[in-house]
């Protein structure tokens, strides 16, 4: 059984830090593209980063330059740093992964959430 489980998420004043984790069970990290995504309120959710099984980055210009996506095999955990945090930030985020080559994959963490408010 897969099972994604966030962590991390809270409350924080603008210009503040979180790092958010994603650990895997049932499933490999490393085998698949891994993304995340947050969804403010009442807004869609959106794909903010992604990471390719050769550890390829890529983020969403709204995010680029002050959040971090990173990978520990041996954790089969994924992390997001984020830093500089705006009030706009505010969401649930999420992971997902678990289709080859695309996104969104088949499994998603249960998200957690972040608020930036002074």
């Known amino acids: 059984q897969v099972q994604l489980v966030e962590s991390g998420g809270g409350l924080v004043q603008p210009g503040g830090s979180l790092r958010l984790s994603c650990a895997a069970s049932?499933?490999?990290?490393?085998?698949?593209?891994t993304g995340w995504y947050r969804q403010a309120p009442g807004k869609q959710r959106v794909l903010i980063a992604h990471?390719?099984?050769?550890?390829?980055?890529n983020y969403a210009d709204s995010v680029k330059g002050r959040f971090t996506v990173s990978r520990d095999n041996a954790k089969n955990t994924v992390y997001l740093q984020m830093s500089s945090l705006k009030p706009e930030d505010t969401a649930v985020y999420y992971c997902?992964?678990?289709?080859?080559?695309?996104?969104?994959?088949?499994?998603w963490g249960q998200g957690t959430q972040v608020t930036v408010s002074s």
């Open positions: 990471i390719t099984t050769g550890g390829n980055i």
């Open positions: 997902n992964t678990g289709r080859i080559g695309t996104l969104p994959g088949n499994y």
């Open positions: 049932g499933i490999s990290f490393s085998n698949y593209l």
